[in-house]
């Protein structure tokens, strides 16, 4: 919710924001309908930015299908975090199941080489 946004005739504006972790700004930034929830503004939060090749880090609320379809088809990576989200995200289109020991690796000058 937006300090300071409440009225005595609404509720308080409440936003959902886009944020580049690298330099601690908002990328995006859109308001939640009244009476409503993250989900239906995800997307639209996201049309406007390039995903190539960016990781998208939301909560288990995102674990939606048509999220991860989306940020997949737009060249981008997803991480959905949450309790149920293991499971949850290798189901998810375009998601490929990998260790986090693998996926915390550095790649080796070899796979550098042949990339």
Avoid: W
């Avoid at 005739?9 to 936003?15: G, P």
């Avoid at 924001?17 to 929830?37: E, F, G, P, W, Y």
């Avoid at 290798?90 to 490929?96: D, K, Q």
Wanted: hydrophobic residues 40%; charged residues 20%; aromatic residues 2%.
């Amino acid at each position: 919710m937006l300090l300071g946004s409440r009225t005595a005739t609404d509720s308080a504006v409440c936003l959902l924001a886009a944020l580049r972790h690298d330099t601690q700004t908002v990328a995006a930034q859109r308001q939640i309908a009244a009476k409503s929830n993250e989900i239906p503004s995800f997307l639209p939060l996201l049309t406007s930015l390039d995903l190539t090749c960016t990781v998208i880090i939301a909560d288990a609320l995102h674990t939606q299908d048509e999220h991860a379809r989306r940020l997949v088809a737009s060249r981008g990576h997803y991480l959905f975090i949450g309790p149920r989200c293991a499971d949850a995200s290798r189901r998810c289109p375009g998601a490929e199941p990998c260790s986090t020991t693998a996926a915390m690796k550095a790649p080796t000058a070899d796979a550098r080489s042949a990339g």
